[in-house]
């Protein structure tokens, strides 16, 4: 929890003025490397230096972005995009570009971090079990070098 009181904190020492004059109440999700914060803002994902300066939208979707995660390395971040109709997740490179899609489940997948060594990411999603359904942990790898 103080991570997270940090990051927001952070968030909103960092903003740009013309940012921070539109209300920055949807300010979500914050996750951080060591250089920077990545977080959600408006149905996209955003980054900003941790040092502070200009927040830099990373995606621009029609589609909601959320649950941005840093890879350990801080060069990636794992997020969900319901662009298909349902969440799933997928990975964008800190310096932004196209997404690649990594989860093809036809529930939703929900991206809860990366493991340790940054070559997979951590998900959630509801499979079939008995005697009933359930959130399980899972894991995607990152099929990117």
Do not use: K
Not at 104 to 123: E, H, Q, V
């Amino acid at each position: 929890m103080p991570r997270q009181l940090l990051a927001a904190s952070l968030l909103t020492l960092t903003l740009t003025p013309g940012l921070a004059a539109q209300n920055t109440r949807l300010l979500r999700q914050p996750t951080l490397s060591q250089q920077e914060i990545a977080f959600a803002y408006g149905a996209d994902l955003w980054i900003v230096p941790r040092s502070g300066g200009d927040a830099r939208r990373l995606t621009s979707t029609p589609a909601v972005e959320s649950n941005p995660h840093f890879s350990p390395d801080g060069q990636w971040i794992a997020f969900n995009c319901n662009r298909s109709g349902t969440p799933q997740v997928y990975v964008v490179g800190r310096e932004g570009g196209q997404p690649t899609r990594l989860t093809w489940y036809p529930g939703p997948s929900i991206a809860r971090g990366w493991t340790p060594d940054g070559g997979a990411i951590l998900y959630a999603a509801m499979r079939n079990s008995a005697p009933s359904n359930f959130f399980g942990l899972w894991t995607v790898a990152r099929l990117l070098s």
